[in-house]
């Protein structure tokens, strides 16, 4: 049974920095893309950041880019999402997905399988 789980969420100021992290297990992890999506209150869930199989690359929303870093270790089975100069518009609920092929960041159902998702908050 796959799982994907999230971890590494709160309530951090705006300025600030958090690390989340997502542990896959029953997968050949090193196998699977891997991405970030987040879903804010009252709005849809959006693309933030996708990582190659073995992380040579890597993409992220124009919302996000230059301040955060998505980042993998194939022997943890993990996947990170560095979050610098966080501002109060991040707050949102987190997911990690996974994909055998690449990352759907717009056809979003199209990912194979999906973690329970982390709350990250920023206040002003």
């Known amino acids: 049974q796959v799982q994907l789980v999230e971890s590494g969420g709160g309530l951090m100021q705006a300025g600030g920095s958090l690390r989340v992290s997502c542990a896959a297990s029953?997968?050949?992890?090193?196998?699977?893309?891997m991405g970030w999506f987040r879903q804010a209150p009252g709005k849809e869930r959006e693309f933030v950041s996708a990582?190659?199989?073995?992380?040579?690359?890597?993409s992220y929303a124009d919302s996000v880019k230059g301040r955060f870093t998505i980042s993998r270790d194939n022997v943890k089975n993990t996947v990170y999402l560095q979050m610098n100069i966080l501002k109060p518009e991040d707050t949102a609920v987190y997911y990690c997905?996974?994909?055998?092929?690449?990352?759907?960041?717009?056809?979003?159902?199209?990912?194979?399988?999906w973690g329970q998702g982390t709350q990250v908050t920023v206040s002003s």
């Open positions: 029953g997968l050949t992890f090193s196998t699977y893309a």
């Open positions: 990582i190659s199989r073995v992380g040579l690359t890597k």
């Open positions: 997905a996974a994909d055998l092929v690449s990352i759907n960041r717009y056809e979003q159902s199209e990912n194979d399988y």
